[in-house]
């Protein structure tokens, strides 16, 4: 069964407003990670926080990890129409380079 | 998206056809990774290669055979495929396979 999945499946936001994903998995970590798609292209990594981290931040971009709930959050502040993409949680259980994703998150940004 | 090159863009194929997708890292890294991303399905990890060496191989079936001559380049030959192997195949490196990984733009692969 899948590792990582997000919450919700689809987003549509005006310009200036927060994004907020959600990811839940199922068994113990090493990380997580945070990747972006644009349609059909590959995808882009955004953020990795380690399972002994609780927050990260890179520009616009903060996620949290709680991992008593097997949880964590991207949040978008300020979006931008170029924030339009899919984006997934991917999780790294220890099996060195095993990487599981989630279904991932659809995000629209209304200029 | 230039670190990691995939070739072609987009293939059709018979059944019967063979053909090879080629990926290229020039990021200096030492694990290679092929995945299948399904419509309506999560990106699937098809396999790992760490220094050439072929580490993970996710139950794929053998008319995917993967091809690691160096830590630069990685190929996925496909042979006598199904419809339903109609997918976008993404190539990825990393550092180590504990990093990141770096994606390629995929190739959009269907299958007659």
């Known amino acids: 069964s899948q590792q990582g999945e997000e919450d919700p499946q689809a987003l549509s936001i005006q310009e200036g407003e927060n994004a907020t994903m959600n990811c839940s998995y199922k068994?113990?970590?090493?990380?997580l990670q945070w990747y972006r798609q644009n349609s059909g292209r590959g995808l882009v990594h955004l953020i990795l926080i380690r399972s002994n981290e609780r927050e990260k931040h890179s520009g616009r971009l903060r996620v949290t990890l709680d991992t008593s709930k097997k949880s964590s959050s991207l949040l978008i502040t300020a979006s931008r129409a170029a924030d339009t993409a899919s984006y997934f949680c991917?999780?790294?259980?220890?099996?060195?380079?095993?990487?599981?994703f989630g279904q991932g998150t659809i995000l629209t940004v209304h200029p | 998206e230039t670190g990691v090159t995939q070739t072609p863009r987009h293939l059709v194929m018979g059944m019967t056809n063979k053909k090879s997708l080629k990926c290229e890292q020039h990021?200096?890294?030492?694990?290679m990774y092929w995945y299948k991303q399904s419509a309506k399905k999560p990106l699937e990890l098809m396999f790992v290669?760490?220094?050439?060496?072929?580490?993970e191989n996710n139950s794929v079936p053998s008319r995917f055979s993967p091809e690691c001559p160096n830590s630069s380049h990685l190929f996925l030959h496909l042979h006598t495929l199904q419809p339903e192997d109609s997918a976008l195949y993404l190539c990825?490196?990393?550092?180590?396979?504990?990093?990141?990984?770096?994606f390629g733009p995929g190739t959009r692969l269907t299958v007659l």
């Open positions: 990021l200096g890294h030492n694990a």
């Open positions: 990825a490196s990393s550092q180590t396979t504990v990093n990141e990984q770096f």
């Open positions: 068994t113990s970590i090493n990380n």
């Open positions: 290669y760490n220094f050439k060496e072929q580490t």
């Open positions: 991917a999780t790294d259980s220890g099996s060195y380079g095993k990487l599981t």
